[in-house]
């Protein structure tokens, strides 16, 4: 070979060795906006008290972060994302027919879902079944389903206000969505007899219904601004706006972290964040902002992320976690099942 050649070839080799082995320092997320204040406060925390830049972090949606996250593996994938629900088995199975292989589930948490409003308005109680009549697409009448006929809450209920349904939530990327969807609409739609015991979660598009977007402040700025209109978001922007905003009790619970933890109050759940292990080799700094997540300092009895609503695990569930990450657990079909 020539000799300018050969020594061309060698120091492109030793070039290309040095790209593969330098690993990028910057962590990649991406997922639930309900998780992304806790993930948020970690990661600035990372970012002060380490030698490593603070991880970027966009807010899409449980959902569409899961489309990112499973759209395979390498460059321009992030390295991890934020869930307030658990892994559907169909995007597991996507993310395994992207070559997304190795996942590990990381619990941090429990919230609850609010159903919320300007606190210029009197309290008003509410039940699961009368949340679903002013949000579902069809209704029970006369023993049939029709489209949704109610304009205001008096027309469900006459204990109810003579107040215009408006109702600012999350769109279907979001976690949040697929939560109240699960906990409120097909919970509820099972106590009447039209929908043949299916489970019913089919939400109105006439104006009842408004998404808010994935920012959840943005719902809390519509309240403030429209004192008719109520808002569903997660627990933690109620708490953090309970100067503007007051909560509906529902089925007579109040959402306070007590009523979320023991599980009383009807519409709470849980919340993870799920790490790419064949990320490990490029972005080996991951699990140390991993073990920051899951320490006591952050989610432990008297953890920080308890002061800005986060429902923290047992000491049980936290050792778990910890043990997750330690471990890298690879996630398996079987435990979404």
Known sequence: MNR?????VIAAAVMSVAGVAQAREQINIVGSSTVYPFASFVAEEFGATTNYPTPVIE??????????????VGEGTPDITNASRRMKVSEFERCQENGVTDITEVYIGSDGIAFAQSNENDPMPVTLEQIFLA???????????????????????????????????????????DSFEELVMEVASEEFEEYGGEEYSDVRTDGGWVDGGENDNLIVQRLTQDTTAFGVFGYSFLEENDNVLIASTINGVEPTPESIANDEY???????????NQHADEVPVMYDYAEMFVSDMMIGENGLLKDIGLIVPTADAVEESQQAVADRAELALEDLE
């Open 59 to 72: 807010s899409t949606g449980s959902g569409g972060g899961m489309r990112l996250f499973c759209n395979g």
């Open 4 to 8: 300018i050649l050969k020594t061309t």
């Open 135 to 177: 949000v579902a697409a069809q209704v029970p009448q006369n023993g049939d389903l029709v489209d949704n006929p109610y304009t205001n809450w008096n027309e469900i209920d006459s204990s109810l206000p003579d107040r215009e349904i408006v109702i600012v939530g999350p769109p279907t990327t979001s976690g949040t969505r």
């Open 266 to 276: 009807p519409v709470a759940r849980t919340m993870f964040f799920y790490i790419k």
